[in-house]
């Protein structure tokens, strides 16, 4: 079992940037792709980005060019740096950790506000 541990992530103004970072502990050596997700009020959760123990990314559309995924598979984390944010940025970004078995772990979710 794992259980990723999130930090960052607040307030910033428009065009601003923030950091997110994911940290995983329990069976780490079992992780494949690690993950940043995100729900706004009253839309359903949606992949921003993920990598892979290879470091393979997997960016969405809306945050390409802006967010950054990084990962380091000796301190079993995943920070998401996010750069010219927009107002649209703002949601519940959680953290996904999933298994070589397919099972996915998250993160309780941290709050990212971005104001106009």
């Known amino acids: 079992q794992v259980q990723p541990v999130q930090s960052g992530g607040g307030l910033a103004q428009a065009g601003g940037s923030l950091r997110l970072s994911c940290a995983a502990s329990g069976s780490i050596y079992s992780i494949n792709t690690m993950g940043w997700y995100r729900q706004a009020p009253g839309k359903q959760r949606e992949l921003v980005a993920t990598?892979?123990?290879?470091?393979?990314?997997n960016i969405a559309d809306s945050v390409k060019g802006r967010f950054t995924i990084s990962r380091d598979n000796t301190k079993n984390t995943a920070d998401l740096e996010m750069n010219s944010l927009k107002p649209e940025d703002t949601a519940v970004y959680y953290c996904?950790?999933?298994?070589?078995?397919?099972?996915?772990?998250w993160g309780k979710g941290t709050l990212v506000t971005v104001s106009s």
């Open positions: 996904r950790a999933t298994m070589n078995n397919g099972l996915n772990y």
């Open positions: 990598v892979s123990r290879d470091g393979s990314t």
